[in-house]
């Protein structure tokens, strides 16, 4: 993992430490040693304030235990310039460290964390557009092959994938051990939840940094219900879920690819409404970087409402009402599980592809994104969902032919929201327009573009991947040629 790391013994003196030049939005890591009797991590309390412009901007971290008397402090720089710090702490080797660092220019292509803009979108902190485009890979890194879910990822279109921090059975599809546990003890003399396994940590975030390479976004599930009492990690008390997120922040929100799910399927972990309201409060309060946060639901909804999450994850197949969720809470709608392409005799695993690409496009021009998940069989018997490893399926590469459209496409675009609300389309009035027919067969397309002004026709073919230019500007009324088949658009866009 490439980080700045900051190292200071017992007996470091202060003076000694030179100012260390960090690119914007990468990690400045301080260690530290200390020798503590009990549980060091509950009984240490370390954190650190950064601070510019004497004082006017500060931004304050909680440090964490990575084993073998060593403390860790970790701060990601979002402004360029000098940053000075102090740590805290109710142990006296730990406390009073002091120094400062000068923030650079951000490396080539990193754009910092991805937040909400324009209401309904992302854009990543230096304002650079960000357009979901998801996978699902549950158990990539402790179950499978991580490295070859790497590659896999290396050559495919997505830019984000859901991922769980805890182990997880499900069936046949998740069954095996995996290579660490999270916590100190072992599966036949029970988990100590108070004391994080620093190594599992260590390769868990290994990752994190080699999606940052990639360019891909981390969506971290921090609670799943799928433990079937093998590790008893789902029902760890709620005061050891709170300390656990605490350490679980503490390590990762200084990465800037971080999102926050704080659970997959919430409801059936049986927390209460007042135990989730507290671990959402207590997400807010120690990420300092205000990374997105979400909860994905299986049939009940979160109050989704509240002003804790960033935007909606959502379970469900129900598009038509995705134009009404953004009017009602004014928040990005994202559908992160609408069944994936595969051939299980699951009802959740057994798409065509042909209908994963038309609920893309259909989620997409209802002004919503989407994640993929591929759950087809395959020599290896290692499901994509589940564990990562090869993709197989025929999806993917349609949806980079999607992903092309959506990066091409114009900031400001909106669905077209009516009474009816039949239409799939997106609109930036006079200047863009993307119309989806999904599953007609239809042999012409009427348009009603506005009548000054002159438009470039393209005809495409979603799932054969072609894009066709009609010739001379269309304007007004227009009536366009289709060829009578399935998964068709038409995109209108002003003449330069």
């Not at 009797?37 to 510019?52: E, I, K, M, S, T």
């Not at 412009?53 to 000098?82: H, S």
């Not at 994080?196 to 219900?225: C, M, Q, T």
């Amino acid at each position: 993992m490439k980080k700045w790391t900051l190292i200071f013994g017992l007996l470091t003196p202060v003076l000694a430490i030179s100012q260390p030049k960090i690119p914007r939005y990468e990690i400045f890591e301080i260690k530290m040693k200390a020798a503590v009797q009990g549980n060091p991590f509950l009984d240490v309390d370390l954190q650190a304030l950064f601070f510019q412009n004497n004082g006017k901007d500060t931004i304050r971290i909680r440090g964490f235990y990575d084993g073998d008397n060593t403390f860790v402090l970790r701060f990601m720089p979002l402004k360029e310039g000098v940053w000075q710090y102090h740590t805290s702490s109710n142990i006296k080797t730990l406390n009073g460290r002091k120094g400062s660092l000068v923030c650079i220019p951000p490396l080539p292509n990193r754009h910092g964390p991805v937040y909400v803009c324009d209401t309904f979108h992302f854009c990543h902190a230096d304002g650079t557009p960000f357009y979901p485009v998801g996978t699902t890979c549950y158990q990539w890194v402790f179950q499978g092959n991580p490295e070859q879910t790497l590659k896999t990822l290396a050559t495919s279109p997505f830019n984000k994938i859901r991922m769980c921090v805890f182990p997880k059975v499900y069936g046949e599809y998740i069954s095996n051990e995996p290579s660490l546990y999270p916590f100190e003890g072992s599966r036949e003399k029970g988990f100590d939840f108070s004391r994080p396994n620093p190594a599992y940590f260590r390769f868990f975030e290994r990752y994190i940094d080699s999606l940052k390479r990639l360019g891909i976004e981390a969506d971290v599930i921090v609670f799943h219900p799928y433990d079937n009492g093998r590790w008893g990690i789902s029902q760890m008390p709620a005061q050891n879920r709170i300390h656990y997120l605490k350490y679980l922040v503490a390590r990762l929100s200084s990465f800037p690819n971080v999102w926050w799910s704080l659970a997959n399927e919430f409801e059936f972990l049986g927390f209460t409404r007042d135990e989730w309201e507290e671990i959402f409060l207590t997400l807010v309060r120690e990420d300092p970087y205000h990374h997105l946060r979400s909860i994905h639901n299986a049939i009940l909804w979160y109050d989704v409402s509240k002003p804790y999450i960033t935007h909606l994850s959502v379970q469900g197949t129900d598009f038509f009402h995705i134009q009404q969720w953004r009017f009602a809470y004014h928040k990005p709608v994202i559908i992160d599980e609408f069944v994936y392409e595969g051939d299980l005799p699951n009802d959740w695993g057994n798409l065509p592809p042909e209908e994963v690409v038309h609920r893309c496009w259909t989620i997409y021009t209802r002004g919503g994104y989407f994640t993929h998940g591929e759950t087809d069989d395959n020599p290896e018997k290692v499901l994509w969902w589940s564990k990562g490893g090869k993709l197989y399926g025929q999806s993917p590469r349609r949806i980079a032919f999607l992903k092309t459209l959506m990066e091409e496409a114009p900031r400001g675009i909106i669905p077209h929201y009516s009474g009816f609300n039949k239409e799939t389309y997106l609109k930036k009035e006079g200047e863009y327009y993307l119309f989806y027919y999904g599953i007609t067969q239809q042999k012409e397309a009427i348009l009603y573009l506005p009548e000054n002004v002159s438009f470039v026709i393209e005809v495409i073919d979603a799932w054969n991947m072609t894009r066709e230019q009609l010739p001379g500007t269309y304007s007004g009324t227009a009536s366009v040629p289709l060829p009578g088949r399935s998964y068709m658009a038409v995109r209108a866009k002003k003449k330069e």
